[in-house]
């Protein structure tokens, strides 16, 4: 199931904004008498372009004193200072700049040189977005959908989404082709879903990339291609999108789209692993354990399984257990055995429960209490 990530939690919302597009910091040359400190930071003159541009900003040039913001921001030929960047942006926002309406929105709405307020970054990102600023219509569709300084209205999240989305921008296709996938605010069209998402991908967006690749696995909106699927599994994956890495395991551990190699398969699971993925980590942990496309090694199967099972793995919680239980390579210890079947058994895991059963019919643990 392809799930709409960026519709989570206000805390999801603010991490992206800590990665999702920067063009509000793009500087815009404007008029002539901005060419001069353009030139300059093109050169990368950052301090010539920063005294260039602080001269004609404290005459009341709006462009300069957006542009003085976006070098505060990002400390180019000056010491980084957020505070200093929304003053600028307010200045040049309250003249009318439509890019520094939005820079001073995203400032509200990361506590970044203002004390935090969706309230008031949505209204400073809807100026931008109704004078058609393409970033700024994306997030406001964004905060529409998280209802955040904004009643929640997916209807209105929909409508922005798609201004900005039609303005070809991948942040907004993917967020519109997830609405599409689960049905939200709109009819589910699994068409739509993949016509939207595939403009993303296109773009080089990795979870739109990802999603592509599911749709492709699983004929969702078009028909089922395991040699596509795999192709955009890999460009996702080669993106560093964990996921994907171990997806595109899986189709080499399969055959599926790609020939089938074992060893490939291990490597793009080490990389999922790596990454922290608890699922990679337990297949790696079988990989290890069985000999399957590495060298059996059972130090290293426990060890990958238990950076699984510490994430709620339950099939590594089962394997963790086992090991205890038959005592591979560590101690014997039931009681250690128990403890790890129980936490696969509370996430409904019939394999973890009957071995706890079978436990305390043996005796070997208590027929109550906590393990």
């Known amino acids: 199931m392809i799930s709409p990530r960026e519709f989570g939690a206000i805390k999801a919302l603010i991490a992206v904004l800590l990665i999702v597009g920067s063009a509000y910091l793009a500087l815009n040359s404007g008029y002539i008498k901005n060419r001069k400190a353009f030139a300059a930071y093109e050169a990368q003159s950052y301090v010539e372009a920063f005294n260039q541009w602080k001269g004609l900003a404290e005459a009341g040039d709006t ?5 003085l ?27 009318g700049d439509v890019n520094a309406a939005y820079g001073l929105g995203r400032s509200y709405l990361s506590g970044q040189g203002v004390q935090k307020d969706f309230g008031t970054a949505s209204q400073w990102i809807r100026k931008a977005a109704q004078a058609g600023q393409i970033e700024a219509q994306y997030f406001l569709g964004y905060l529409y959908a998280q209802g955040a300084g904004l009643p929640q209205d997916d209807r209105l999240a929909i409508e922005w989404l798609r201004k900005a989305a039609d303005h070809g921008y991948a942040q907004a296709q993917y967020s519109l082709g997830t609405y599409y996938a689960v049905g939200k605010g709109v009819p589910n069209d699994d068409v739509q879903a993949f016509a939207w998402t595939a403009k993303a991908a296109n773009q080089g967006h990795r979870k739109a990339q990802l999603n592509i690749a599911v749709m492709y696995a699983l004929g969702r909106g078009v028909s089922a291609n395991d040699a596509e699927a795999a192709k955009w599994f890999r ?30 398969a291990v490597l793009w699971w080490l990389k999922a692993a790596n990454h922290g993925n608890a699922e990679a980590q337990a297949k790696l942990g079988n990989t290890y354990y069985y000999g399957e496309g590495a060298p ?24 963790l257990g086992a090991a205890y239980y038959d005592g591979i390579v560590v101690e014997r210890d039931y009681e250690e055995a128990a403890r790890w079947f129980t936490k696969a058994a509370a996430q409904g895991n019939a394999d973890a429960q009957s071995r706890l059963d079978a436990m305390r019919q043996r005796k070997l643990i208590p027929e109550q209490g906590t393990l």
């Open 296 to 319: 059996r090694n059972i130090e290293a199967a426990l060890s990958w399984w238990r950076k699984a099972a510490d994430q709620g793995n339950a099939v590594a919680q089962i394997n």
């Open 235 to 264: 460009k996702a994956a080669e993106q560093g999108d964990p996921e994907a890495q171990l997806q595109l395991g899986f189709s080499y551990s399969d055959g599926k789209g790609v020939p089938q190699s074992s060893s490939s």
């Open 69 to 95: 913001g976006a070098l505060y921001s990002h400390g180019q030929g000056v010491a980084q200072n957020d505070t200093k960047a929304a003053y600028w942006w307010r200045k040049a926002a309250e003249a």
């Open 63 to 67: 462009y300069a004193q957006y542009n």
